[in-house]
């Protein structure tokens, strides 16, 4: 009886000096694997943030004026720029007093920015361009078949043709003037319900970006 109790006393020890070994050497397998997924995971969704959408469209300043600052898509802060160069999405404009610059899209708009104007280029995708005016006054042209779009404070101006926007620096206030063709121009009321004006030739839109109403004339 006391060599069966010895027996199974050395059994039970073998028994688990095996799940020891196996349990241990089976976890450098699960970390190697686990690292292995997440190597692959990050070369998937890898992008430089420095660069644009490889089918964005690229503008080029033509002409510019007086104190004229670029912003790039990563940068801070704005540099002066003192002659034409090419603009891309994500990038940013603004003219200082007494400062003009006019900027294009090869077959797509057109836009030239007063003085004091900040406007921010959104998105440049072919079939849709965005751009965000935060100040100022600048002119809107669409030449082609393109999506031309206007972010102004709570307003979303589509021009047709040709549109202004004046950002009144003083008060909150905002004039779309349909230059040329109609301009369809979308807002939320101050209840929370959509809003849709259609503006023709000539015609002008006064915006009240507090009270989020508007009127035509």
Known sequence: MKNLGVFFIFTILGIALILVY?????VPAKT?????????????TSFDPSQPPKTSLKGQITTLTGLVKW????????????????????????????????????????????????INLAQTLPVDLVFIQSKGVANYQKIGQDRVSIRSAHLL??????VSVNMNEDQPI????A???????????????????????????????????AKIS
Request: no cysteine; charged share 15%; aromatic share 4%.
């Open 174 to 177: 905002i004039t779309v003037t």
């Open 22 to 26: 196996f349990s241990r050497s089976e």
């Open 71 to 118: 912003q790039s898509r990563i940068a801070t802060d704005s540099a002066v720029i003192t002659s034409p160069q090419a603009v891309q999405q994500g990038e940013q404009l603004e003219t200082g007093p007494k400062a003009k610059v006019n900027f294009a899209f090869s077959q797509v708009a057109q836009i030239s920015m007063s003085e004091n104007t900040i």
């Open 32 to 44: 190697a694997l686990v690292t292995t997924s997440t190597s692959s995971t990050q070369s998937q």
């Open 157 to 162: 101006i589509e021009p047709e043709s040709e």
């Open 179 to 213: 230059t040329k063709g109609p301009v369809t121009i979308a807002f939320n009321d101050s209840d929370q319900i959509s809003q849709v004006k259609t503006l023709k030739a000539g015609q002008t839109l006064i915006f009240n970006d507090t009270k989020l109403t």
